[in-house]
T-cell receptor
Framework: GENVEQHPSTLSVQEGDSAVIKCTYSDSASNYFPWYKQELGKRPQLIIDIRSNVGEKKDQRIAVTLNKTAKHFSLHITETQPEDSAVYFCAASISGSARQLTFGSGTQLTVLP | EAGVAQSPRYKIIEKRQSVAFWCNPISGHATLYWYQQILGQGPKLLIQFQNNGVVDDSQLPKDRFSAERLKGVDSTLKIQPAKLEDSAVYLC?????????????FGPGTRLTVT
């Protein structure tokens, strides 16, 4: 089955700096890659996603890039703010009726004021 | 629209006891998932339903875990008997099968502590 590796496990940045989180996946059939943000004690919430027919997607301060050849994708957060502090999970899915998500192990992002 | 509802939010039980969790998905969402999230890890899929049928339960420890989705709406997940390693947050998620249908919406989860 699919395996998703996520790095780093913890990341501290100064407010205003950029943060980058990287994930690799094993199944070349995967074609949907969402990123979820989970604040302490709360539910995971989708912040951005990308499909394999697109190489990059941006939404304000957040962007995701996908390299299908290398089977890796990354989350980029620019101009970080304290409220960006949370655990971020990447995931991968194969299209079809199942569309099951395989999650990475998470990255604890801390934005220092 | 109302989100995914789960109850209870917290549960503490002793090992070998049984426990049940309830999930009410977003109205109209045909697909429902149960995930187990152990502290410090990503959610791990336990079981997936499409309407009231099981799509995948390959990662469900069937000797102690069971789940059902009667009438294709609400779902319950049961553990009997519980073990210490079952301590985790149990997340329910739902997804529509119409249109894009990619995003999974998560409930707030049930935090289970087994002592």
């Amino acid at each position: 089955g699919e395996n998703v590796e996520q790095h780093p496990s913890t990341l501290s940045v100064q407010e205003g700096d950029s943060a980058v989180i990287k994930c690799t996946y094993s199944d070349s059939a995967s074609n949907y890659f969402p990123w979820y943000k989970q604040e302490l004690g709360k539910r995971p919430q989708l912040i951005i996603d990308i499909r394999s027919n697109v190489g990059e997607k941006k939404d304000q301060r957040i962007a995701v890039t996908l390299n299908k050849t290398a089977k890796h994708f990354s989350l980029h957060i620019t101009e970080t703010q304290p409220e960006d502090s949370a655990v971020y999970f990447c995931a991968a899915s194969i299209s079809g009726s199942a569309r099951q998500l395989t999650f990475g192990s998470g990255t604890q992002l801390t934005v220092l004021p | 629209e109302a989100g995914v509802a789960q109850s209870p939010r917290y549960k503490i039980i002793e090992k070998r006891q049984s426990v049940a969790f309830w999930c009410n998905p977003i109205s109209g969402h045909a697909t429902l998932y149960w995930y187990q999230q152990i502290l410090g890890q990503g959610p791990k899929l336990l079981i997936q339903f499409q309407n009231n049928g099981v799509v995948d339960d390959s990662q469900l420890p069937k000797d102690r875990f069971s789940a059902e989705r009667l009438k294709g709406v609400d779902s319950t997940l049961k553990i009997q008997p519980a073990k210490l390693e079952d301590s985790a947050v149990y997340l329910c998620a739902s997804r529509t099968t119409s249109g894009r249908g990619y995003e999974q919406y998560f409930g707030p989860g049930t935090r289970l502590t087994v002592t």
